[in-house]
């Protein structure tokens, strides 16, 4: 059942992502619509709160990713409005978007992380790049991750299988942020797993393996139609999908999280399974995971964010 009133749909900003964003924003206005919803779209500039203050709607549905959509601080400004919101609140979103402080979290909550090493780019200038990098290989070894502690979309993320090519992957990292986190390499099967909750606590959707042509899951694979081979439910034992489902509930929940949210896993040989990182704001484009998984549940994706307006909407 939809409700009266108009709801506002949050896409673009200023961030490295603003083109997904907007995406993302069009795709779900367009569910939200085919489900009875009156729905607004806008961009955050600076006639945004003259807007919401003269005509408020019932209902705030974020769709900014990277920093200035995930960190938390656009939904500060909701929260001083005190509009509903679909998503997580400011402090959840703060810890989730600083990938170093979620793998803290999540490890603190008993689940797999890979080993990692988080620097700023100071440390690389003050202490010497060169020394520094030979300590980092020496520690975590090869083949490496390497990547932004604070993006999305897999913007400034390259893997290192040669110490050589380490300094150049260390500068599109800082491209994108003054803090790069490199990590050991899991090799498996990546996965990704959507979690709703409309008040009857988080669930996990269908579990989607990405299976990239490249081999490596960057921007122009997840965003390039036909780049990417997705399955769903992922092709993998129904134990490991439990434990995929599993990890990517309990990382919700140590995180604090609300709503909705997407966790990226990795599936080793061994089977076990890896937390590598999670989205407050996950995408919903066309090339996005979490369509996909709504999908192959059997769910309509306007009811469904529909149920979560509902839960922003009768929050105490």
């Known amino acids: 059942m939809t409700m009266e009133g108009r709801v506002l749909v949050l896409a673009g900003g200023l961030s490295h992502e603003r083109d997904v964003s907007l995406r993302s924003g069009r795709r779900v206005a367009e569910a939200l619509r085919s489900a009875g919803y009156a729905v607004e779209e806008r961009d955050v500039d600076a006639s945004l709160l003259a807007v919401l203050g003269a005509d408020r709607p019932i209902c705030v549905v974020p769709m900014l990713h990277g920093e200035t959509g995930e960190d938390g601080a656009v939904r500060e400004v909701l929260e001083l409005l005190d509009l509903p919101y679909v998503g997580s609140v400011p402090a959840a979103c703060r810890t989730a978007f600083d990938k170093p402080v979620a793998k803290a979290v999540v490890e603190r909550a008993g689940l ?15 202490l010497g790049a060169a020394a520094v990098m030979e ?65 009857d606590g988080p669930r996990a959707l269908p579990v989607v393996s990405i299976r990239p042509d490249g081999g490596v899951y ?41 709503h909705l949210s997407r966790s990226d896993l990795i599936v080793d040989d061994e089977g076990r399974v890896w937390f590598l990182e999670v989205n407050v704001a996950p995408g919903f484009t066309e090339t996005s995971t979490v369509p996909l998984s709504v999908a192959a549940d059997g769910l309509d994706l306007g009811e469904l964010v529909g149920s979560l307006i509902t839960a922003a909407v009768s929050r105490p």
Do not use: I, N, W
């Open 112 to 126: 797999l992380t890979p080993a990692s090493v988080c620097l700023p780019h100071e440390t690389f200038r003050e």
């Open 135 to 199: 300590l980092l290989v020496a520690r975590l070894g090869l083949p490496l991750m390497v990547k932004p502690a604070r993006s999305g979309s897999a913007l400034g993320c390259t893997v290192v299988r040669d110490a050589a090519h380490l300094p150049a992957a260390m500068v599109a990292a800082f491209a994108y942020g003054d803090v790069a986190l490199l990590e050991q390499f899991v090799v498996g099967h990546e996965v990704a797993v959507p979690v709703f909750d409309t008040g």
């Open 218 to 258: 960057d921007y122009t694979a997840r965003y390039t139609a036909g780049s990417t081979e997705f399955r769903v439910p992922a092709d993998l034992p129904a134990d490991v999908l439990t434990a995929c489902a599993d990890v990517a509930v309990a990382a919700h929940t140590a995180l604090g999280l609300r």
